[in-house]
T-cell receptor
C-alpha cells in the first residue's frame, strides 16, 4: 500500500503570493489532517477533513484554508503569504479520525522570502 | 498551545545504552501516542497507549502511562545510531473534545556509535 504523498517537496515563494499544497492519503483513509511545524511553535494543528467536510480547525487566520475531494485527496491553500508562514507543512491520514494512529507524509518545506 | 511537554529537550547517549524520554500533559485523554521524526521528514507512529492501559511494549520500545500524574515515558532499550531522531508525544486532549491530536515539544535524541 502506498504511503501518504505530499507535493511539492520544496517550495519558495515571496511575500504576498499564494500557495497550494497537495496531499494524497493512504488508500481507504478518509480523514486527512494538516499540521504546520516551525522551530519556534512546534507542531500546530491546522485543520482536519473527513469525507469532504472540515470537522476541526486550529487557531490559524483565514488565510489558511483547505478542502478535500471525493477521492479523499486534500489541498491546503495559504493566501497573501507572510514571512512567518515559512514552515514544514505536514499532512497525515487515518482511517477513523485525527485522534487515532496518524500516517504522515514527508511534508512540504515552504520558504517565504 | 502545547498539551504535552517532553523532557529532556535533548538527550545524547552511546549506542547500546537505554534512552528514556518523558511527557507530561495537562487535560484528560483517551489515548497517548509517541511518534518519531527524522530531520526534516514526516513523523512515524511508534506506539499508542490508551488511558486504561499502564504499560505497552513494541520491540525495543516500552511506554508507560500514569494518568494520575498526567505523564508518560518512552524507553528505548539497546539504542542504535539509527534511533537518532526527534521523539514527540501526542494526546487527544479533552479540551479539544478529543477531536484532534496535540503534539508536545519533542525530545531530540542523538545516539553516537
Amino acid at each position: 500500500k502506498a504511503g501518504v504523498t505530499q507535493t511539492p517537496r520544496y517550495l519558495i515563494k515571496t511575500r504576498g503570493q499564494q500557495v497550494t499544497l497537495s496531499c494524497s492519503p493512504i488508500s481507504g483513509h478518509r480523514s486527512v489532517s494538516w499540521y504546520q511545524q516551525t522551530p519556534g511553535q512546534g507542531l500546530q494543528f491546522l485543520f482536519e477533513y473527513f469525507s469532504e467536510t472540515q470537522r476541526n480547525k486550529g487557531n490559524f487566520p483565514g488565510r489558511f484554508s483547505g478542502r478535500q475531494f471525493s477521492n479523499s485527496r486534500s489541498e491546503m491553500n495559504v493566501s497573501t503569504l507572510e514571512l512567518g508562514d515559512s514552515a514544514l507543512y505536514l499532512c497525515a491520514s487515518s482511517l477513523a479520525g485525527p485522534y487515532e494512529k496518524l500516517f504522515f507524509g514527508s511534508g512540504t518545506q515552504l520558504s517565504v522570502l | 498551545s502545547q498539551q504535552g511537554e517532553e523532557d529532556p529537550q535533548a538527550l545524547s547517549i552511546q549506542e547500546g545504552e537505554n534512552a528514556t524520554m518523558n511527557c507530561s500533559y495537562k487535560t484528560s485523554i483517551n489515548n497517548l501516542q509517541w511518534y518519531r521524526q527524522n530531520s526534516g521528514r514526516g513523523l512515524v507512529h511508534l506506539i499508542l497507549i490508551r488511558s486504561n492501559e499502564r504499560e505497552k511494549h513494541s520491540g525495543r520500545l516500552r511506554v508507560t502511562l500514569d494518568t494520575s500524574k498526567k505523564s508518560s515515558s518512552l524507553l528505548i532499550t539497546a539504542s542504535r545510531a539509527a534511533d537518532t531522531a526527534s521523539y514527540f508525544c501526542a494526546t487527544d486532549a479533552m479540551n479539544t473534545g478529543f477531536q484532534k491530536l496535540v503534539f508536545g515539544t519533542g525530545t531530540r535524541l542523538l545516539v553516537s556509535p
